[in-house]
T-cell receptor, first 115, second 115 residues
Framework: NAGVTQTPKFRILKIGQSMTLQCTQD?????MYWYRQDPGMGLKLIYY???????DKGEVPNGYNVSRSTTEDFPLRLELAAPSQTSVYFC??????????????FGAGTRLSVL | AQKITQTQPGMFVQEKEAVTLDCTYD???????LFWYKQPSSGEMIFLIY????DQQNATEGRYSLNFQKARKSANLVISASQLGDSAMYFC????????????WGAGTKLIIKP
């Protein structure tokens, strides 16, 4: 019962470094999402994907890039990390079809600090 | 524009008492879905319960039920017989109608169960 798996769980970056946050799901879900959650706040959508090869911007896409080459994987790329990107990042997926089509299932999160 | 409002930033409840967490929403679309998620201190986001706007009955999942009052545009989460493990942040969310399968999130309510 893996569900949505995110790696790494924790990471510290220096300003200007780049990294990729990995996300994979084994539920054959069509839709995938990347959120960030700043301390004491709700979720903000960074990017989402409705299927392999299709991605779109959410509320806060600046400083990030995504790709979706397979149904399972949806990596998030941070280029030139800035302190403002210090946050907890969540990947989620939803079926996109059926009665539960809108229910999003989340990974455990990646806690990122940019110093 | 669609909006989700959670007016209780924090709540203290005695163990074994019932808890009601408030959520009001605003939408002009007759078809919508409402969700509740739990975020314990460990950080993961856990799906609890879903209510569709056309569902005839209030949703229930174990100790969780959703008090859905369409005319008042409220979708309150009720937790019966609260337990110490219910201490967490609780988020209400609504499906967006202008962007397939994205959710609009409330700011959350922090629930603390006292022994």
């Amino acid at each position: 019962n893996a569900g949505v798996t995110q790696t790494p769980k924790f990471r510290i970056l220096k300003i200007g470094q780049s990294m990729t946050l990995q996300c994979t799901q084994d539920m054959n879900h069509n839709y995938m999402y990347w959120y960030r959650q700043d301390p004491g706040m709700g979720l903000k959508l960074i990017y989402y994907s409705v299927g392999a090869g299709i991605t779109d911007k959410g509320e806060v896409p600046n400083g990030y890039n995504v790709s979706r080459s397979t149904t399972e994987d949806f990596p998030l790329r941070l280029e030139l990390a800035a302190p403002s990107q210090t946050s907890v990042y969540f990947c989620a997926s939803s079926p996109g079809t059926g009665k539960a089509k809108n229910i999003q299932y989340f990974g455990a999160g990646t806690r990122l600090s940019v110093l | 524009a669609q909006k989700i409002t959670q007016t209780q930033p924090g709540m203290f409840v005695q163990e074994k008492e019932a808890v009601t967490l408030d959520c009001t929403y605003d939408t002009s679309d007759p078809s919508y879905g409402l969700f509740w998620y739990k975020q314990p201190s460990s950080g993961e986001m856990i799906f609890l319960i879903y209510q569709g706007s056309y569902d005839q009955q209030n949703a229930t999942e174990g100790r969780y039920s959703l008090n859905f009052q369409k005319a008042r545009k409220s979708a309150n989460l009720v937790i019966s017989a609260s337990q110490l493990g219910d201490s967490a942040m609780y988020f209400c969310a609504m499906r967006r109608t202008d962007s397939n399968y994205q959710l609009i999130w409330g700011a959350g309510t922090k629930l603390i169960i006292k022994p």
